[in-house]
């Protein structure tokens, strides 16, 4: 099994592709490690010293190091855990933890074709990009203008993340949804 790494936008992030399906629909976010008690993979990556974050993709892990942590010291024993990972066969998640990407807030009423409108833009435009860099983003509401949404992965305390969403997301929305006057961050 070959592993290839990318760099992210988040210098404390690296993007793994084992070039096999690792969620294959959905996402999985493990911002610590009592977190990943589902995730076997997840576990794994955790037992590597230095790892302060997991993101799982549909075809990708996105990992985050601590503070004071160097990649070059601890980056073969990630690829070594993706990889026993791989040969044994298990999930990488155990469960339906897996999401995607809209948090389960019901929206009706007069809002509900404006909500409809910025998944699908999200969907559409801003996951497939956002993927790309090994993160993710996640609706969380919209209310009186304001999109909400919760960036994961690599995208989660990137210096860019906060251009991201104001230049980027925010103009898009606004663009396409006259009723979109601001987006902000959540967490999760």
Known sequence: MFIQTESTPNPATLKFLPGTEVLGQGTADFPEAEAAQASPL???IFAVGGVSGVFLGADFVTVTKADGIEWDHIKPAVLGAI?????SGEPAVE???ASSGH???AEDGEDAQIVGQIKDLLD???RPAVAQDGGDITFHGFDRGVVYLHMQGAC???PSSTLTLKMGIENLLRHYIPE???VRPVAA
């Open 83 to 87: 990889m026993d990972h791989a040969q």
């Open 95 to 97: 469960g339906t933890q």
């Open 42 to 44: 997840a576990r794994r």
């Open 156 to 158: 989660a305390g990137c």
């Open 124 to 126: 559409t435009r801003v």
């Open 103 to 105: 948090a389960a807030h």
């Open 180 to 182: 979109v006057t601001e």
